[in-house]
């Protein structure tokens, strides 16, 4: 495949001989169709300026030749040589043949000579032309020719003259001239709209349809008549062509111009329309161009699209393998860090239990002592009543004994319970239960302390979402707490109440103590926060006891109460009574 650049340089490459190729050859095809259509436009018009020239030369010949055989008829009349013969004397007979024949004919003029070239007589008396006897008419009389000249009258009128002998016996008795009227026949060129004119031997202008040109030089028309003095001359603004041909027996040329313009058009506009043509299919080929490159661009493009998204999968895909491997190792990391600190935790919850039993030893010892050393006394008083047969007696001793011995086996089974490792599992737990369970294992310190203690259980058989062991532990902490709070107080006191909500039920455990330091209550859930002295308090209790009720979907919360001391709120999921299954 090729390269951009190399596809830029074929396109610009292409692009520039196409242009290329298209300029010259539009150029030639206007030159040479322009060329060939002005030939054409001007072959056309010069048949045209040539049928007009022929039919102009037949109709000046033919007028011309109506009067050319009169002076010949009246040259050969014997009347006419006599009277000549007898002239002066007969000129007025004469001019009454002059007058007859001008009339009938419709010439200008008949007019009789001696040879000499004396007048005699003529019909006309309004203008003069004086005849030399060495002019080119008389010259040709005295040779036995036909004459012919034009001529300018005195009055300014143009006249053509055929003059002819007058014979006598074998010699010439004088001449005959006949005037014709060459304006009468040159009225009808003004209906030609081309300049038409003739001109004599010499180039005077002899006859013409434009007025400026007559008896004139004639203007130079050997090449377009563009401008300058013939055009002013014409006074026509337009261009010109000459098509000129002779008139043999006149010795004249008779010449039309032609308008050049529309030779100048044809050529431009099928020159144009050429170029035109060739410009469009020029246009047509670097449109196939275009589209050409325009696909291998596209397809250049859509081939390097498709790699580029090739290799962002590639690497994506690399990466994401990377990133699932990493995860995995993750996921195998945090499951050890989780059976870690479930196992931490839960050793913790046993050094808590542990602790607070350390922490109730004395009372714990007092419980057990105090009925022990009662049993020693009740049994030491039955032994005395029965030495001296007081069966009553000792059955009382015995069975104050045997009460006490339940007591502190009730002790003991608080005592195991509550050190118990809890089951993992939790389902629904009588919340009364639990806190009585607990009183139990602190009754010792609440009696030695003398703690007033109000309860309100809530209504009865209400369940939480919970392990009861767990549970009890958390009870427990919150009430040693309390105590440790209220150590040294006159008149201690603690509340517990449970409300129970739709969704929840709510243990609050509040003291009649001093309360939590408002600038510790943030930090009191952390672990190893304590402000008891060194051997007091391990900073564990509620951490561990918040732990543990976040386990079971719920909140353990503090503040201090409005009527004073703390109150830690203890909120768990309402559970139904059929739920019944905790495994603790
Ligand atoms: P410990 O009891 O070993 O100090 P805990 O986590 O049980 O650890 O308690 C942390 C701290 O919270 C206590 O040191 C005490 O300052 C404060 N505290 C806990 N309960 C109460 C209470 N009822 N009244 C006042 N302060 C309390």
Redesign the pocket.
């Known amino acids: 495949m090729l390269n951009g650049v190399a596809v830029r340089a074929n396109y610009v490459r292409l692009t520039a001989l196409n242009l290329l190729v298209g300029a010259l050859l539009c150029a030639a095809g206007a030159y040479l169709v322009g060329t060939f259509a002005s030939n054409l436009e001007a072959g056309r018009l010069s048949a045209a300026a040539q049928e007009s020239l022929n039919v102009q030369a037949e109709a000046l010949n033919g007028a011309l030749d109506k009067y050319r055989i009169l002076p010949v008829l009246l040259g050969h009349r014997p009347d006419i040589e006599a009277l000549l013969g007898a002239a002066p004397a007969s000129a007025a007979s004469l001019r009454r043949i002059a007058l007859t024949s001008a009339g009938m004919s419709g010439a200008l003029d008949v007019v009789f000579l001696q040879p000499d070239g004396t007048l005699v007589a003529r019909a006309a008396d309004t203008f003069n032309d004086p005849i030399l006897p060495d002019g080119p008419l008389l010259r040709a009389v005295l040779q036995g020719r036909l004459g012919r000249d034009e001529r300018l009258l005195s009055d300014g009128r143009r006249a053509y003259v055929f003059a002819s002998a007058v014979w006598g016996d074998n010699a010439i008795a004088g001449a005959v001239l006949v005037y014709v009227d060459l304006e009468s026949i040159e009225n009808n060129w003004s209906l030609i709209n081309n300049p038409i004119l003739a001109t004599d031997a010499t180039g005077r202008v002899i006859m013409s349809n434009r007025p400026a040109w007559r008896m004139g030089p004639r203007p130079d028309f050997s090449g377009p008549v563009r401008g300058g003095a013939a055009n002013a001359m014409l006074d026509v603004p337009t261009d010109y062509l000459a098509r000129s041909r002779a008139l043999p027996p006149l010795k004249w040329t008779l010449t039309v111009l032609l308008q050049a313009a529309p030779i100048r058009w044809a050529g431009l506009f099928w020159g144009a329309l050429a170029a035109a043509l060739v410009l469009g299919l020029t246009l047509l080929v670097q449109t196939a161009i275009n589209r050409f490159f325009a696909a291998l661009r596209r397809s250049r493009a859509q081939r390097a699209l498709a790699l580029r998204l090739e290799r962002i999968v590639r690497d994506r895909t690399r990466e994401l393998l990377q990133t699932n491997s990493s995860l995995a190792h993750e996921v195998v990391e945090r499951k050890a860090a989780v059976d870690l600190l479930r196992r931490t935790q839960s050793e913790l919850v046993q050094t808590g239990k542990m602790a607070a039993l350390g922490q109730m030893s004395t009372a714990l010892s007092h419980e057990i002592n105090q009925p022990l050393s009662a049993v020693k006394t009740y049994a030491q008083n039955a032994l005395v009543y029965l030495e001296r047969d007081r069966t009553d007696e000792v059955a009382d001793n015995l069975k104050r004994i045997s009460e006490l011995t339940d007591r502190m086996a009730e002790v003991s089974r608080h005592l195991r319970n509550f050190a118990r490792k809890p089951n993992p599992t939790f389902g629904a737990t009588s919340i009364a239960k639990v806190i009585e369970d607990a009183l139990a294992v602190v009754a010792a310190r609440l009696r030695e302390e003398q703690v007033v203690l109000i309860k309100d259980l809530g209504p009865p058989g209400l369940m939480v979402r919970g392990g009861p062991v767990r549970l009890q532990q958390v009870i427990v902490?919150l009430v040693l707490?309390?105590l440790?709070?209220m150590a040294g107080q006159q008149q201690p006191g603690i509340f517990i109440t449970v409300t129970s909500h739709a969704e929840h039920v709510d243990v609050a455990v509040r003291?009649s103590?001093?309360?939590?330091a408002p600038e510790?209550l943030p930090q009191?859930f952390d672990p190893f926060?304590?402000?008891?002295g060194v051997g007091q308090?391990?900073?564990?209790?509620?951490?561990i006891s918040f732990n543990i009720v976040k386990d079971f979907g719920g909140t353990l919360s503090a503040h201090n109460a409005p009527e004073g001391g703390?109150c830690f709120v203890l909120r768990l999921d309402a559970a139904e009574q059929d739920q019944v299954a905790a495994g603790e």
């Not at 926060?529 to 008891?532: A, H, I, L, S, V």
């Open positions: 902490n707490n309390a440790d709070a003291d103590g001093p309360g939590i510790v009191i926060f304590t402000t008891k308090g391990l900073g564990l209790g509620l951490s703390a």
